[in-house]
Structure formats: C-alpha cells, structure tokens
C-alpha cells in the first residue's frame, strides 16, 4: 500500500511563509500524479494544487503566484511552498496520490487520487 505523511503544518501570520512535505512510501512515486488539497473549516475540500509525473503544474486561481508545488522524486517528496499567506488560506491540507489519467480538466476532482495523508492543519492569523 501506499502511504502518505504530511508535516510542516503550523501557524503563521498573514504575508508569511510556510512550506509542507508529503513523503511517500510504498509506490513508484515518479508514476504518480501528486496534488495538495485543503479543507477549511465549514467547507469542502478544494484542489490547491497538482503536480504531474512529468513535472508539469497547476494550481487553484485563489494562490497562483503565491504557492508552488514541487517534487523531489529522489526523495519520494512532495512540497508546497506557501508565500504571502492569507487568513482564507487556513485549513487541514492533505497530500494526493493519484495514477491517473488526470490532467488539467480533472485535477481538481477528489475520485481521481486513489491515496491520500492524513492532513496538517495550517493557520494564517
């Protein structure tokens, strides 16, 4: 099986930074499309951002130019750098495997990742 295990959580203030990890185990992580989700309070879950196995990107209107996601296949490590943080940006963030197929029109859909962390929580006060 796969396993997922986020860290890097936390608080921070509004126009700050924080970067999580998602390491896996268990899969052929290049093979594997990679996403972040974030879930806040009262809310659904929504796409963040996505990282496919041949390194291309996306992410959600409400953080492009403010978050980049990245993959460090040596180390079977997802990464999320979060700049110029924002009170809405709080919420439980979950790392996403999927194998596909997933692609820009789709991502964004939770059935599409077949493995998923347990989440770390991330406040902006």
């Known amino acids: 099986d796969v396993q997922l295990v986020e860290s890097g959580g936390g608080s921070g203030p509004a126009g700050g930074s924080l970067t999580l990890s998602c390491v896996s185990s268990?899969?052929?992580?290049?093979?594997?499309?990679m996403a972040w989700f974030r879930q806040a309070p009262g809310s659904e879950r929504e796409g963040v951002a996505v990282v496919a196995s041949d390194g291309g990107t996306d992410y959600a209107n409400s953080v492009q130019g403010r978050f980049t996601i990245s993959r460090d296949n040596a180390k079977n490590t997802l990464i999320l750098q979060m700049n110029s943080l924002k009170a809405e940006d709080t919420g439980i963030y979950y790392c996403?495997?999927?194998?596909?197929?997933?692609?820009?029109?789709?991502?964004?859909?939770?059935?599409?990742?077949?493995?998923w962390g347990q989440g770390t929580q991330v406040t902006v006060s």
């Open positions: 268990g899969n052929p992580f290049t093979t594997y499309c």
């Open positions: 996403a495997a999927g194998q596909g197929p997933i692609w820009s029109a789709n991502w964004r859909e939770e059935q599409r990742y077949e493995y």
